[in-house]
Every structure is written in structure tokens, then in C-alpha cells.
Nanobody, 121 residues
Framework: QVQLVESGGGLVQAGGSLRLSCAAS????????MAWYRQAPGKKRELVAT???????NYADSVKGRFTISRNITKNTVSLQMNSLKPEDTAVYYC???????????????WGQGTQVTVSS
């Protein structure tokens, strides 16, 4: 069993910053891609940022230059530093990880429980 536990959400004024963290634990052989998604009320879940095990990162156009994703390979953690937050960044943010639980097996997808980020204008 693999668990992803998120922390760091909250309420912040526009222009402020928040840092989200996510830790993967349990029966883990290796972790592939890790990412942050978000879902605003009435909207589909969307990709915010992703990082590969090799260290490459990609961002949604809406957050480029404001958000930074980082990970610690040895600790199986991923973080999202969010600066210059806007009201439209308000959403529930979900951590994602592709995890291999045994050598030679495929990667399985796991999700965190979500953490609320609210940006007031």
C-alpha cells in the first residue's frame, strides 16, 4: 500500500506565497513522475506541474514563472512553491505519483487526498 500525504494549503491574499509538500510512503520500490494537479469548483482537474525522476519539469502556461516544483528523490517527496498567487489559483491541489512497488512491475498511479488553496482578492 502506498500513501501520499499533502500539507501546506491555506488562505492567502493575492500576491502572496504558499508552499505545498507531499510525501509518498509505504511499499515503494521506485517513484517515477511526480506532479501537482488542481481542481477548482465546477472545473475539471488540470495539471499544474510535473517532474520526472530525471529532474525535468514542466508547467501549465498559467503558472509558468510563478510556481516551482521540486522533489527529493531519496525521500520520495515533492513540493510546489507558489508565488504571486492569484484568485484564479484557488482550487484543491492534489499530489500525484507514479510508483513501482516491485522491480520489473509497471508503475501504478497514486493520488493524495487534496489540500485547499484559497487566494483572496
Amino acid at each position: 500500500q502506498v500513501q501520499l500525504v499533502e500539507s501546506g494549503g491555506g488562505l492567502v491574499q493575492a500576491g502572496g506565497s504558499l508552499r505545498l509538500s507531499c510525501a509518498a510512503s509505504g511499499s515503494i520500490f521506485s517513484v517515477g513522475d511526480m506532479a501537482w494537479y488542481r481542481q477548482a469548483p465546477g472545473k475539471k482537474r488540470e495539471l499544474v506541474a510535473t517532474t520526472t525522476s530525471g529532474g525535468r519539469s514542466n508547467y501549465a502556461d498559467s503558472v509558468k514563472g510563478r510556481f516551482t516544483i521540486s522533489r527529493n528523490i531519496t525521500k520520495n517527496t515533492v513540493s510546489l512553491q507558489m508565488n504571486s498567487l492569484k484568485p484564479e489559483d484557488t482550487a484543491v491541489y492534489y499530489c500525484y505519483a507514479a510508483v513501482r512497488i516491485r522491480w520489473g512491475e509497471t508503475f501504478y498511479e497514486y493520488w493524495g487526498q487534496g489540500t485547499q488553496v484559497t487566494v483572496s482578492s
